[in-house]
T-cell receptor
Framework: AQKITQTQPGMFVQEKEAVTLDCTYDTSDPSYGLFWYKQPSSGEMIFLIYQGSYDQQNATEGRYSLNFQKARKSANLVISASQLGDSAMYFCAMTNSGNTPLVFGKGTRLSVIA | NAGVTQTPKFQVLKTGQSMTLQCAQDMNHEYMSWYRQDPGMGLRLIHYSVGAGITDQGEVPNGYNVSRSTTEDFPLRLLSAAPSQTSVYFC???????????FGQGTRLTVV
């Protein structure tokens, strides 16, 4: 079974600074996918970025990048040039190949300070 | 394109009542899941389905039933509501294991 761990309940970052949100995972399946979602105070779940276990390069989407360290089983989200609108809950999630569900970590609440 | 539609958005139940949370998607996705979100607990998986006629239990299935008679619909039934089921419920669907999940807007359920 897969497991996701997010050890930072809350983080603060100054506007325009970069921030790293930690995520570690555990699975015995060599084929898996890692996802990050953002949940603003309005409650909707917004997909940010995806990394496949066989992807050779770290995923990037605009200001979001995923620092994928396979040997350490970590998939940290890096947000560059933080904006006030980045204040939200951030969830790391993973799924294995085949008929397995998407499972989530407990999330990190990011607060961006002006 | 409607995506994932959940109804209702808000619901108050009395202890012992039953109800069904509806979830429908129009993207022809095979994978569908139900989650509950509680403060400090993240999204916990209740039940999931990998296709019509196939369902399986997640982390917290007790007190909930699901069925998947069509690809589009994945209703969640609360059999006898308890205050511990007060939560925000999300339905999600995705096309394949390595593709993003699309979420409904959520249902805020209060059991009194």
């Amino acid at each position: 079974a897969q497991k996701i761990t997010q050890t930072q309940p809350g983080m603060f970052v100054q506007e325009k600074e970069a921030v790293t949100l930690d995520c570690t995972y555990d699975t015995s399946d060599p084929s898996y996918g890692l996802f990050w979602y953002k949940q603003p105070s309005s409650g909707e779940m917004i997909f940010l970025i995806y990394q496949g276990s066989y992807d050779q390069q770290n995923a990037t989407e605009g200001r979001y990048s995923l620092n994928f360290q396979k040997a350490r089983k970590s998939a940290n989200l890096v947000i560059s040039a933080s904006q006030l609108g980045d204040s939200a809950m951030y969830f790391c999630a993973m799924t294995n190949s085949g008929n397995t569900p998407l499972v989530f970590g407990k999330g990190t609440r990011l607060s961006v300070i002006a | 394109n409607a995506g994932v539609t959940q109804t209702p958005k808000f619901q108050v139940l009395k202890t012992g009542q039953s109800m069904t949370l509806q979830c429908a998607q129009d993207m022809n996705h095979e994978y569908m899941s139900w989650y509950r979100q509680d403060p400090g607990m993240g999204l916990r998986l209740i039940h999931y389905s990998v296709g019509a006629g196939i369902t399986d239990q997640g982390e917290v299935p007790n007190g909930y039933n699901v069925s998947r008679s069509t690809t589009e619909d994945f209703p969640l039934r609360l059999l006898s509501a308890a205050p511990s089921q007060t939560s925000v419920y999300f339905c999600a669907s995705r096309r394949e294991f390595n593709t993003e999940a699309f979420f409904g807007q959520g249902t805020r359920l209060t059991v009194v």
